[in-house]
């Protein structure tokens, strides 16, 4: 397999093509923003929020999606970007009824995180306080969709990991949801194993264990990440 050399933030980098600018970055130390990215299954660019400038090209591309070219010169830190970056978590609050003092992730939310890590402090744009409901129909676990950042980690751990396909998303825009089965409550969808991956692939308290309290509300990334690399690697220790 060849092997393409590209810059970013003016670090020449080596790696093998068809990767992604997200793993090329990761590979020379360099930290780009996600919160749709989940190792071990299908990037989607959903969040926008791994977007780089690439010269010569007149658009912001998204790093997860975009794989690697000979000669590519790529900034990921720029004054854009950043502004860029906090306008996307400053929407993403707006958008839902985030309310980290009483959520039970408070504290180990990539969302929250994000915010602090771009700077944000408040919102610039008017909140929309939409009615969303809450599903605790599972008796084990429970989808608050006021706390749902639609990035579909969960959709996509369950269908390529698990192979459930417990959950889709349904409708477009302002008024798309995280849906089980066929827009059913989740406690009667059969196809649901319980395997409890889709609370561990959530990036914020969207999807929870009933009865978490805060402090025990902790995310296995990790978990995820062994069960993907061991189908494809058949190694199964952890």
């Not at 889709?168 to 849906?179: L, Y």
Request: glycine share 8%; with cysteine; hydrophobic share 35%.
């Amino acid at each position: 397999m060849s092997v393409n050399t590209l810059t970013i933030n003016g670090v020449p980098i080596a790696i093998q093509e068809n990767e992604t600018l997200l793993t090329a970055a990761k590979e020379a130390g360099v930290r780009i923003p996600t919160l749709c990215h989940l190792e071990g299954v299908t990037d989607v660019g959903a969040c926008r929020l791994c977007l780089v400038e690439i010269e010569g090209i007149n658009k912001l591309l998204p790093a997860c999606t975009t794989q690697v070219a000979e000669g590519m010169v790529v900034h990921t830190d720029t004054p854009k970007l950043k502004e860029y970056r906090r306008m996307t978590v400053e929407l993403l609050f707006a958008e839902g009824n985030h309310v980290c003092a009483v959520c039970v992730a408070n504290g180990n939310c990539e969302l929250q995180d994000l915010a602090i890590e771009v700077g944000m402090d408040h919102s610039r744009f008017q909140y929309r306080f939409p009615k969303r409901e809450v599903d605790v129909s599972h008796p084990q676990f429970g989808i608050d969709h006021n706390r749902c950042v639609m990035c579909t980690r969960c959709v996509r751990v369950c269908d390529e990991i698990e192979g459930a396909h417990v959950w889709d998303v349904a409708s477009r825009g302002t008024t798309s949801q995280i849906i089980s089965g066929m827009n059913q409550p989740w406690g009667s969808v059969e196809a649901c194993t319980s395997c409890g991956k889709c609370v561990e692939a959530c990036p914020t308290g969207s999807i929870f264990r009933k009865g978490s309290t805060v402090a025990e509300m902790t995310h296995d990334r990790g978990k995820v990440e062994f069960l993907a690399a061991a189908r494809t690697k058949k190694e199964w220790t952890r």
